[in-house]
């Protein structure tokens, strides 16, 4: 290969590897619908995630997601409200051992997307979840829903098992009533593009 052919080949490596990052733009959560329900030896209970963040790089073509590229979201422990009150509130606060472990985080390492049909697509990721201080990898299934004004809709639930994380199970009425071991956070949230986007283009 003489050198102008691998100059050229070198350059379209280069202009491709550009034209294609381009694609990626950074969204954030623009409203949610999070929550977290479990059982109890009394009854059900749910609780709301009032606080939340994601930072996410998606790539969109045309509408239709194209690829996660990234994704951290946080959820201030603190911002868990149940409507049960703050008994319930603080139990739930201790188990996170909040006061040195304020937040749950994940952060993603890969994600797969499959068009299912047109503007919507299902998704499998895998990541980083913390709680409690613990870390563990963990793997997420759910829904994109591509809305007509560019934001996007994500759906999805995961069970958890608090003792994996360490996790001492909330109680209340001198230990007579337990909270069960396995909670299912379920997330339902919409993403907007960040407007960071439109000053990193000028």
Not at 76 to 81: D, E, L, R, Y
Not at 141 to 147: P, T, V, Y
Not at 170 to 185: D, F, H
């Amino acid at each position: 290969m003489n050198r102008s052919t691998k100059t050229g080949l070198l350059l379209t490596i280069a202009m491709f590897a550009v034209s294609a990052s381009l694609y990626a733009q950074e969204y954030i959560v623009k409203t949610s619908k999070s929550t977290i329900q479990g059982t109890s030896t009394l009854h059900d209970w749910e609780s709301e995630i009032s606080q939340l963040t994601c930072k996410t790089r998606l790539v969109v073509e045309n509408n239709v997601l194209k690829k996660i590229q990234s994704a951290e979201v946080t959820i201030p422990v603190a911002g868990i409200k149940s409507a049960h009150g703050k008994t319930m509130d603080n139990k739930t606060y201790d188990a996170f051992l909040y006061e040195k472990n304020p937040n749950i985080t994940f952060l993603l390492i890969a994600a797969h997307v499959t068009q299912l049909e047109p503007g919507k697509a299902s998704f499998e990721a895998s990541g980083y979840l913390e709680m409690a201080g613990t870390s563990k990898s963990v793997k997420l299934s759910g829904m994109a829903n591509m809305l007509p004004n560019g934001d996007i809709q994500f759906t999805m639930s995961k069970k958890i098992n608090m003792t994996e994380f360490k996790m001492t199970q909330p109680t209340a009425v001198m230990g007579t009533i337990t909270v069960g071991a396995e909670v299912t956070v379920n997330f339902d949230f919409t993403m907007t593009p960040s407007p960071d986007n439109q000053q990193a283009k000028q």
